[in-house]
């Protein structure tokens, strides 16, 4: 015998079906558009699954591929993906990406650093660790060799700093994580590198200033916990120059009235419908006041990821700021910084490798040796970029 509501949900789901249709009808006839704001970053547009490869249906990538072709001409598109995500977000615990992991107390983070993070091993690293620190030695005698100062700087990775956030079912049996950046320093130190470890003053922030260094509800560090290693490469380079070229500068912090979008990057991402922002975030200004007349701002190129951006915010921001160029995975674009604003310009500057008297490598803890170190001395040796744009995306 037929259940009562089975006719009725026969006609629901029928009603379904010809809703797209009804949606661009009523928006070519009625003034009142039916419009849904467009989704942060590439979002994900099926359920999770198994991961085995049984076919594209089932490792999503023909849903992902319709999903990215037809679903933004919808015209609710958008809000029937923030609700499917916020139930799994919220209903269910469950992250509608994956390419972000819900951790313990709701944080937020990339399984690509908590998956290397987990398997560190350095007895089977050694050989991989030693060349890439002489890879980047290779970069340092190139850019020396034409009169620049080289510095290689190494930031910290989220999940480094507060591992205790694991989500508890996520396997991390590594004997070797919490001694890894220590032995990571040895290599530069052996193969003569001059560098900035940014990751040390991590531990230090949040009793100082009362502010965690990373945000719940972002993957990236916050400028005020880039704050101490902005000094460290300040003093580095003006020990390089023999002169203050950069004046390093004390700050005053202070409740941030609103957050930045870098506080809640990855919640931005999820694509829900109440996007989790953080409600305790800091800022700061800068209290060091500017000399009656400033030197020829210094020239900086940086090559590296987004994690350069915070440190390349806190220098535009002295008192007599140096130039600083960044090329934002080499390939992909040339972001200038300008009293603590990033500006982006929409292509790589090549020129700017020739001109600039300081060369700064950035890399993220979370993802070396095994990331884009070869294609920069690449770069850096023959002057041609990588063709696989793509590719050199790693953060």
């Known amino acids: 015998m037929r259940h009562p509501l089975s006719k009725s949900i026969m006609f629901a789901a029928f009603a379904l079906l010809w809703l797209p249709a009804a949606a661009y009808c009523w928006n070519a006839v009625s003034p009142w558009q039916w419009r849904s704001a467009p989704l942060n970053g590439p979002p ?3 359920f999770p699954v198994s991961e085995r490869r049984l076919g594209t249906f089932i490792d999503r990538s023909l849903q992902n591929s319709l999903g990215k072709a037809m679903g933004p001409s919808i015209p609710f598109f958008s809000d029937v993906v923030r609700l499917h995500n916020e139930i799994l977000y919220s209903g269910l615990g469950i992250s509608p990406s994956k390419h972000i992991l819900i951790g313990k107390n709701e944080y937020l983070h990339n399984p690509l650093y908590t998956n290397a993070y987990c398997h560190r091993d350095l007895a089977a690293s050694a050989d991989a660790l030693r060349q890439w620190a002489h890879t980047i030695r290779d970069i340092q005698d190139i850019s020396t060799a034409r009169g620049q100062i080289f510095l290689y700087v190494l930031t910290p990775s989220k999940i480094e700093h507060i ?5 508890a079912a996520f396997p991390c049996r590594s004997q070797d994580r919490q001694r890894f950046i220590a032995a990571v320093l040895s290599y530069l130190d052996a193969a003569g590198v ?3 470890d940014a990751t040390a003053s991590m531990d230090e922030i949040k009793p100082k200033y009362g502010y965690d260094p ?3 509800f972002g ?3 916050t400028q005020l916990a880039a704050y101490p290693a902005t000094l460290e ?3 580095a380079i003006n020990g390089a120059k023999g002169k203050t070229a950069i004046i390093p500068y004390e700050i005053a912090v202070s409740p941030a009235e609103r957050p930045v979008i870098e506080d809640y990057d990855y919640g931005h991402l999820l694509n829900v419908l109440w996007m989790p922002t953080p409600k305790d975030t800091a800022t700061f200004s800068v209290t060091t006041p500017a000399p009656s007349r400033c030197p020829t701002p210094l020239t900086i190129l940086t090559v590296g990821g987004s994690f350069f951006q915070a440190l390349g915010a806190n220098l535009s921001r002295s008192p007599c700021p140096p130039s600083v160029a960044h090329l934002f995975y080499l390939t992909l674009d040339t972001y200038r910084y300008e009293s603590g604003r990033l500006k982006p310009t929409g292509k790589p500057d090549y020129g700017l490798l020739k001109t600039a008297e300081v060369v700064i490598v950035e890399e993220n803890a979370g993802i ?3 990331s884009n170190i070869a294609a920069y001395r690449t770069y850096f040796s023959t002057g041609r970029p990588p ?3 793509a590719g050199l995306i790693g953060e």
Do not use: C, G, L, N
């Open 163 to 167: 591992p205790d956030t694991i989500p």
């Open 368 to 370: 070396m040796p095994t």
């Open 387 to 389: 063709a696989d744009r």
């Open 44 to 46: 994900d547009f099926s």
């Open 214 to 216: 990373f945000p719940k």
């Open 194 to 196: 001059s560098y900035v």
């Open 233 to 235: 490469i300040i003093r």
């Open 219 to 221: 993957i990236h560090w």
